[in-house]
């Protein structure tokens, strides 16, 4: 079994800043990549951010210059760091891992349940 459980969402003036951890826990052999996705009401879950676990991250445009994504891989944790904030990034923020369980072959997707996260005056 395998867990990833989010944490650091709320409610912060426009401008301001958030921090959100993801913590993966269980079984785990081996995680590859890590990263965080966003779904606002009535839009598709998009991509934020991605890291791997050598170090390569990847933004999506909209965020690039404000988040900056980090991982702790002795603590299977991911990090999104989110700065001067905007409206348009509310939206309920997932993890995402790459997981090899101890005994599998291949790698599994897995997702957290989501933080929410709004940025209102």
């Known amino acids: 079994q395998v867990q990833l459980v989010e944490s650091g969402g709320g409610l912060v003036q426009p401008g301001g800043s958030l921090r959100l951890s993801c913590a993966a826990s269980g079984s785990i052999f081996s995680i590859y990549t890590m990263g965080w996705y966003r779904q606002s009401p009535g839009k598709q879950r998009d991509l934020v951010a991605t890291?791997?676990?050598?170090?390569?991250?990847n933004y999506a445009d909209s965020v690039k210059g404000r988040f900056t994504i980090s991982r702790d891989n002795a603590k299977n944790t991911v990090y999104l760091q989110m700065n001067t904030l905007k409206p348009e990034d509310t939206a309920v923020y997932y993890c995402?891992?790459?997981?090899?369980?101890?005994?599998?072959?291949?790698?599994?997707?897995?997702w957290g349940q989501g933080t929410q996260v709004t940025v209102s005056s």
């Open positions: 995402n891992a790459n997981i090899k369980r101890v005994g599998a072959s291949i790698y599994s997707n897995y």
């Open positions: 890291i791997t676990s050598g170090g390569s991250t």
